[in-house]
């Protein structure tokens, strides 16, 4: 599957489960709302609380995955990238991916000290379609 296909299917999804490692080194999985930008197959960036669980848990080990997937009536489609995970403050990035309706989350507005953004940069990945696998580069 070549990585222009993986990144339209990737766009047409409404959900991602980012996952990170605990203190004792088990994998935790977090569904989220799609990512607020997305560059191509290498950089996704999610917003979320600086005060969050995952937040920490990336400060500590940035080893990461996120997975997207489709269920249709027949057919399941699925893609996780591997990679690392940012915890970013920087005004600049939080000010690039700030949505109108977030002050429903973040009181505060774009510079509440607990908003701030995770940024996911892919090294590879696997794609799932019709019981058949394959790992793909990121180019």
């Known amino acids: 599957m070549d990585n222009k296909t993986i990144a339209a299917f990737i766009a047409k999804q409404k959900v991602a489960f980012i996952c990170s490692v605990d203190g004792e080194g088990f ?11 997305i560059e191509g197959l290498r950089c ?3 917003s979320t609380n600086t005060s969050s669980m995952r937040v ?3 400060l500590e080990n940035p080893n990461a995955s996120i997975y997207f997937y489709h269920k249709g009536l027949v ?3 699925g893609v996780m990238l591997k990679g690392k995970m ?3 403050t920087n005004q600049e990035t939080k000010d690039m991916i700030w949505r109108k309706g977030d002050t429903m989350f973040y009181k505060g507005g774009v510079t509440d000290p607990d908003y701030c953004v995770l940024r996911f940069t892919a090294e590879s990945g696997r794609y799932y379609c019709d019981l058949k696998t394959e790992n793909f580069e990121i180019e």
């Not at 994998?27 to 930008?37: C, D, E, I, Q, S």
């Open 44 to 46: 996704f960036y999610f």
């Open 27 to 37: 994998p935790n999985v977090k569904a989220m709302l799609m990512p607020r930008k």
């Open 75 to 77: 057919k399941y489609t």
């Open 56 to 58: 920490k848990q990336y």
């Open 86 to 88: 940012e915890v970013l």
